[in-house]
């Protein structure tokens, strides 16, 4: 039997206002929401063209034209508008809403009389519905638009776009199952299994959750319906690496509950396992949650980069094999890491530990803050750990690293996604029950809610990672009688709670410290210790070596071009350099700054026509100078790098 399920306090009882990402998320509704709103109107020079919102007017019959764009374009409308919801939800803004409602009406109008939305399939190939579904990211689609008029629905409670998806849901639910009528397949990239759960969760309607149970158990048994698919002489093949499929890239290769590893494309893989926990807990099944544990724990203890990235593997965007974790060529799509995200919190909810957070946090700390500039209006889609401008080269390998971020991308799942993370940052916070509140993300923010049946205010001060102090008022209206549970992060040291100034003691469970009293106005205050350490992989990584990264608290930090020189692998570290901290205001807003003193290969003994000689390589003394990863490519574009070479 599961613990009953933890959940996020709604977006609209919590107000974050943190110096930390401030930089981030107050951005969004002035800059990334209207700079993301002119691409997808096609209305910024220069960036990758979206035809997004041209395609649905022209599905509405306001514009006559052909159908341009990837397949599944009409999700990035759909991110956007889960992104203005969250928004929406945090800080009104009528004109914004105005501008959301009416893209809802005009996807009102573009849906199809059955309820049917997909303008590729209703311009392009119109009349071949559900027949390429290994390639058609119809479903995919579908869960997108599920998902925001989901969000949409909490933060205006407006009725329109709920009930434009739930006649598209009822579709699906009517044409895939198990019946004979029905189509027996699923889908080719998952994302309408965790959407429909979402459905059922505010509806009730037990067709929702029913049909994304069948969609995840009829994955993977044989025949592969893929497969089968393919070789009908009906299919429509949209990608030309897709000609040689293999079932594991789309984790269909076996049914999940004999998956124990991450295989495949990365982001289909982890909004699937997203699925999956949800379904573990919903129907009570121990063998889909030890699953869920199992994949968990080979990606974050073997395929996962320091980072909190995932997939390795430019070629199909993937997971490769155990410790193969290249850093100047490795993929970690910026969705893959945004679905890990997801992934975590709700393995955490379930499971009410306080590891899969330690996880979460290094991700939307590194990864997904290196997604976006600090301007809000570039991106990136691939996020590697070294970066060398000149061999990022068209047609090679190399040439899906980007040196510097981009406007847009042909294929833009990445930067809508990083919207919708940053808006709903709070759900990530806390996570409660009737009794227990979890303290989740060290991020300053006013909370007012009910526990317990009692009304309480949290208040959360900190300026963390700056510091490692925080302070958390608790008011109640009488005294209320809950538990409060308190994140230790797996590099604290010298954790410490005080109430009222005086020493507390406290039980741990699961990583979490748990404080249960009667509240009324009390002050806890939490500090402990971060140094900056120097950390080593796994010796089976082999990309690593005899290197060594710098961690301080949940951020990892890199070598810039701009700070030290070129040529920065040329760099060894003593595995005993003294690491040490300053906070400069200046920079990026205010950072943490780490020096420490290493040597340096010279050329100057190298003449421009010699590529090797016999030569014992002259030494000089150098200052690295490291900054956060999530901060790199924020100034004059060069090198990078996070692992250094050691000198043994």
Same mark, same amino acid.
């Given at each position: 039997?599961?613990?009953?399920?933890?959940?996020?306090?709604?977006?609209?009882?919590?107000?974050?206002?943190?110096?930390?990402?401030?930089?981030?998320?107050?951005?969004?509704?002035?800059?990334?929401?209207?700079?993301?709103?002119?691409?997808?109107?096609? +209305?910024?020079?220069?960036?990758? !063209?979206?035809?997004?919102? +041209?395609?649905?007017?022209?599905?509405?019959?306001?514009?006559?034209?052909?159908?341009?764009?990837?397949?599944?374009?009409?999700?990035?409308?759909?991110?956007?508008?889960?992104?203005?919801?969250?928004?929406?939800?945090?800080?009104?803004?009528?004109?914004?809403?105005?501008?959301?409602?009416?893209?809802?009406?005009?996807?009102?109008?573009? +849906?199809? &009389?059955?309820?049917?939305?997909?303008?590729?399939?209703?311009?392009?190939?119109?009349?071949?519905?559900?027949?390429?579904?290994?390639?058609?990211?119809?479903?995919?689609?579908?869960?997108? $638009?599920?998902?925001?008029?989901?969000?949409?629905?909490?933060?205006?409670?407006?009725?329109?776009?709920?009930?434009?998806?739930?006649?598209?849901?009822?579709?699906?639910?009517?044409?895939?199952?198990?019946?004979?009528?029905?189509?027996?397949?699923?889908?080719? *990239?998952?994302?309408?299994?965790?959407?429909?759960?979402?459905?059922?969760?505010?509806?009730?309607?037990?067709?929702?959750?029913?049909?994304?149970?069948?969609?995840?158990?009829?994955?993977?048994?044989? !025949?592969?319906?893929?497969?089968?698919?393919?070789?009908?002489?009906?299919?429509?093949?949209?990608?030309?690496?897709?000609?040689?499929?293999?079932? @594991?890239?789309? +984790?269909?290769?076996?049914?999940?509950?004999?998956?124990?590893?991450?295989?495949?494309?990365?982001?289909?893989?982890?909004?699937?396992?997203?699925? %999956?926990?949800?379904?573990?807990?919903?129907?009570?099944?121990?063998? $889909?949650?030890?699953?869920?544990?199992?994949?968990?724990?080979?990606? @974050?203890?073997?395929?996962? #980069?320091?980072?909190?990235?995932?997939?390795?593997?430019?070629?199909?965007?993937?997971?490769?094999?155990?410790?193969?974790?290249?850093?100047?060529?490795?993929?970690?799509?910026?969705?893959?890491?945004?679905? $890990?995200?997801?992934?975590?919190?709700? %393995?955490?909810?379930?499971?009410?530990?306080?590891?899969?957070?330690?996880?979460?946090?290094?991700?939307?700390?590194?990864?997904?803050?290196?997604?976006?500039?600090?301007?809000?209006?570039? =991106?990136?889609?691939?996020?590697?750990?070294?970066?060398?401008?000149?061999? /990022?080269?068209?047609?090679?390998?190399?040439?899906?690293?980007?040196?510097?971020?981009?406007?847009?991308? &042909?294929?833009?799942?990445?930067?809508?996604?990083?919207?919708?993370?940053?808006?709903?940052?709070?759900? #990530?916070?806390?996570?409660?029950?009737?009794?227990?509140? #979890?303290?989740?993300?060290?991020?300053?923010? &006013?909370?007012?809610?009910?526990?317990?049946?009692?009304?309480?205010?949290?208040?959360?001060?900190? &300026?963390?990672?700056?510091?490692?102090?925080?302070?958390?008022?608790?008011?109640?209206?009488?005294?209320?009688?809950?538990?409060? *549970?308190?994140?230790?992060?797996?590099?604290?040291?010298?954790?410490?709670?005080?109430?009222?100034?005086?020493?507390?003691? #406290?039980?741990?469970?699961?990583? =979490?410290? /748990?404080?249960?009293?009667?509240? *009324?106005?009390?002050?806890?205050?939490?500090?402990?210790?971060?140094?900056?350490?120097?950390?080593?992989?796994?010796?089976?990584?082999?990309?690593?070596?005899?290197?060594?990264?710098?961690?301080?608290?949940?951020?990892?930090?890199?070598?810039?071009?701009?700070?030290?020189?070129?040529? $920065?692998?040329?760099?060894?570290?003593?595995?005993?350099?003294?690491?040490?901290?300053?906070?400069?205001?200046?920079?990026?807003?205010?950072?943490?700054?780490?020096?420490?003193?290493?040597?340096?290969?010279?050329?100057?003994?190298?003449?421009?026509?010699?590529?090797?000689?016999?030569?014992?390589?002259?030494?000089?003394?150098?200052?690295?100078?490291?900054?956060?990863?999530?901060?790199?490519?924020?100034?004059?574009?060069?090198?990078?790098? @996070?692992?250094?070479?050691?000198?043994?």
């Amino acid at each position: 039997m599961l613990n009953k399920r933890l959940h996020s306090f709604p977006l609209k009882a919590m107000k974050i206002d943190d110096c930390y990402w401030n930089k981030y998320t107050k951005l969004v509704p002035d800059v990334v929401l209207p700079y993301q709103w002119k691409i997808l109107n096609d +209305q910024e020079k220069d960036a990758a !063209p979206s035809y997004c919102l +041209q395609n649905f007017k022209i599905a509405a019959g306001e514009l006559k034209g052909e159908r341009k764009g990837v397949v599944f374009s009409d999700s990035d409308v759909a991110k956007w508008l889960e992104a203005v919801a969250y928004s929406l939800e945090t800080t009104p803004n009528p004109e914004l809403e105005k501008t959301a409602d009416a893209v809802i009406a005009l996807i009102g109008r573009a +849906q199809c &009389d059955d309820g049917y939305i997909n303008t590729y399939f209703t311009l392009k190939e119109h009349g071949k519905r559900w027949i390429s579904l290994t390639e058609g990211h119809e479903l995919y689609t579908a869960g997108h $638009l599920i998902e925001a008029a989901v969000a949409y629905y909490h933060a205006t409670g407006k009725e329109a776009f709920f009930k434009i998806v739930c006649r598209f849901a009822d579709l699906i639910c009517k044409v895939f199952g198990t019946e004979e009528n029905q189509i027996h397949g699923y889908p080719g *990239h998952q994302e309408i299994e965790l959407a429909l759960i979402k459905l059922y969760d505010v509806t009730g309607k037990k067709e929702y959750i029913e049909t994304a149970k069948y969609f995840i158990d009829a994955r993977g048994h044989q !025949p592969n319906y893929f497969v089968e698919e393919m070789q009908r002489p009906n299919y429509i093949q949209i990608f030309p690496e897709f000609s040689n499929y293999n079932p @594991v890239y789309s +984790q269909s290769d076996k049914p999940v509950r004999e998956q124990t590893a991450a295989e495949g494309h990365a982001v289909r893989g982890t909004y699937m396992y997203c699925a %999956m926990a949800d379904l573990a807990f919903y129907y009570e099944d121990e063998k $889909l949650l030890k699953c869920c544990e199992k994949i968990w724990d080979n990606i @974050v203890h073997k395929r996962m #980069y320091i980072t909190g990235s995932i997939g390795s593997s430019a070629h199909l965007e993937r997971f490769t094999a155990d410790y193969d974790l290249p850093n100047s060529s490795n993929y970690s799509e910026t969705c893959a890491s945004i679905g $890990l995200v997801l992934f975590g919190k709700r %393995m955490a909810q379930i499971n009410r530990d306080a590891s899969y957070f330690d996880v979460v946090e290094r991700t939307l700390y590194n990864t997904v803050r290196s997604g976006i500039s600090l301007e809000g209006n570039r =991106y990136f889609y691939v996020n590697p750990l070294e970066v060398w401008p000149d061999n /990022c080269l068209a047609d090679t390998a190399m040439q899906h690293v980007k040196p510097v971020r981009q406007k847009w991308f &042909d294929i833009a799942c990445c930067p809508t996604n990083v919207a919708r993370t940053l808006t709903s940052l709070g759900q #990530y916070i806390y996570s409660s029950d009737d009794e227990n509140v #979890y303290i989740n993300l060290f991020i300053q923010n &006013d909370l007012h809610t009910e526990i317990a049946g009692n009304d309480v205010m949290l208040k959360l001060v900190t &300026d963390f990672p700056k510091s490692s102090s925080l302070s958390l008022q608790v008011t109640t209206k009488g005294v209320s009688d809950f538990s409060i *549970h308190i994140r230790i992060p797996d590099y604290a040291e010298n954790f410490h709670i005080a109430i009222g100034g005086k020493p507390e003691a #406290y039980s741990v469970n699961k990583g =979490y410290a /748990c404080i249960k009293r009667c509240w *009324h106005d009390e002050q806890i205050d939490i500090t402990f210790d971060m140094p900056a350490k120097l950390v080593s992989a796994n010796p089976n990584v082999r990309a690593d070596s005899n290197k060594v990264a710098i961690v301080r608290g949940p951020e990892i930090f890199c070598l810039e071009e701009t700070d030290n020189f070129k040529n $920065l692998p040329s760099a060894f570290i003593s595995r005993s350099a003294k690491l040490e901290e300053h906070y400069d205001e200046t920079l990026f807003g205010g950072t943490t700054v780490i020096t420490c003193r290493a040597k340096k290969i010279s050329d100057e003994n190298w003449n421009n026509d010699e590529l090797y000689k016999a030569a014992k390589p002259m030494i000089e003394e150098v200052t690295l100078t490291a900054i956060p990863y999530g901060y790199w490519c924020n100034r004059t574009p060069g090198e990078m790098l @996070v692992w250094l070479n050691t000198i043994l």
